[in-house]
């Protein structure tokens, strides 16, 4: 019987550590989101780019295709969205998190883009792989 209650013991601990390194690492993602939300609202896209995986092997894909590397998606922003009339404010609406694997997550959701030259509106997905211990969008599919 002591052992019995030993191993649920240890299940339900363990299951509670397993939700709160699911709830952080959630409130992690929610946190690149939001510096992101701000840094894009503030024309800073290179401060956006922060959130991206600053690698080769970054893919965005989006209304021309797809781009490959994290210099080439710095430089389509930069083409695309030139000056504050065209980023102006973005904000998001994050429909899911879901967990894929212990360290990646995607994220489902729609963007908004409050601008005086017109409105932008779209849907994403995002792909987060944790880092060196930083969660970092490696795949990102915005239409």
């Known amino acids: 019987m002591k052992k019995l209650i030993v191993i649920l013991c240890f299940l339900a601990l363990n299951t509670t550590f397993a939700q709160t390194?699911?709830?952080d690492d959630i409130?992690?993602?929610h946190k690149v989101l939001k510096k992101q939300?701000?840094?894009w609202s503030e024309n800073?896209?290179?401060?956006?780019?922060?959130?991206?995986?600053?690698?080769?092997s970054l893919a965005f894909y989006g209304n021309k295709g797809v781009t490959?590397?994290?210099e080439n998606t710095l430089d389509h922003y930069l083409t695309y969205y030139p000056t504050?009339?065209?980023t102006g404010k973005l904000s998001?609406?994050?429909?899911?998190?879901?967990?894929?694997?212990?360290?990646?997550?995607?994220?489902l959701g729609e963007f908004h883009i409050k601008r005086d030259i017109g409105n932008a509106d779209g849907i994403f997905m995002l792909v987060f792989k944790k880092?060196?211990?930083?969660?970092?969008?490696?795949?990102?599919?915005s239409v």
């Open 21 to 23: 390194s699911e709830s």
């Open 44 to 56: 800073d896209i290179e401060k956006y780019m922060e959130g991206y995986w600053k690698s080769d």
């Open 68 to 70: 490959y590397g994290w």
């Open 27 to 29: 409130k992690a993602i």
């Open 131 to 141: 880092i060196n211990g930083q969660w970092k969008i490696i795949a990102d599919t």
């Open 84 to 86: 504050a009339a065209y």
């Open 92 to 107: 998001f609406k994050i429909n899911a998190i879901t967990k894929i694997s212990t360290d990646s997550y995607y994220v």
């Open 37 to 39: 939300r701000i840094a």
